[in-house]
């Protein structure tokens, strides 16, 4: 009780925390690096102009979760073209709506699909598959045959039909 320590074992010297975070980046250990960056940013510290410091980590960790988020939202648009293609709306829907979330901007220059040009693509084909999709018809009790009242064999009696009620002016 006496001593705290740190569950994600992070350095008490800020400048092995910044070296150690340069090693998780560079192993692609994206959420370590920040963790150990963050931690040493926490400290009271001077560094100099060109040694390397939490702020210039975190600046290439930023970078290299945007690939990452990039390539993980390309891929999950390939899924949903996959789905769409294969009448899954609801998955292509939802890989749509997640790649969305990983990459909301695409520039001029980005090549591809693009989430909103791939929704509108699902909704269209959504419904022509609703208006192509047969009908089946809903018995009520008006047009079942059970629900008529029977007449005796060979009775000429008519069954009553009712008659909606007049509107006077």
Do not use: H
């Not at 925390?17 to 940013?41: H, I, M, T």
């Not at 290439?60 to 294969?86: G, I, Q």
């Not at 989430?115 to 018809?137: E, Y």
């Amino acid at each position: 009780p006496g001593t705290a320590v740190a569950s994600s074992n992070v350095p008490a010297d800020p400048r092995v925390a910044v070296k150690e975070a340069r090693v998780a980046l560079d192993q692609g250990n994206l959420d370590r690096a920040e963790e150990l960056c963050n931690s040493a940013r926490l400290a009271k510290l001077s560094w100099g102009l060109f040694e390397d410091n939490p702020d210039k980590v975190l600046t290439e960790v930023r970078k290299n979760r945007e690939v990452v988020n990039s390539k993980k939202a390309a891929d999950l648009l390939v899924a949903a073209r996959r789905n769409l293609e294969a009448g899954n709306f609801d998955a292509a829907d939802k890989c749509c709506a997640q790649s969305k979330m990983l990459k909301k901007d695409y520039s001029l220059f980005d090549r591809g699909e693009r989430p909103d040009s791939l929704l509108n693509a699902i909704q269209a084909k959504r419904t022509v598959a609703q208006r192509n999709k047969p009908q089946t018809p809903v018995q009520t009790p008006a047009t079942s045959l059970a629900s008529k009242p029977a007449t005796a064999p060979g009775s000429n009696m008519v069954p009553p039909v009712s008659v909606p009620p007049q509107m006077t002016p």
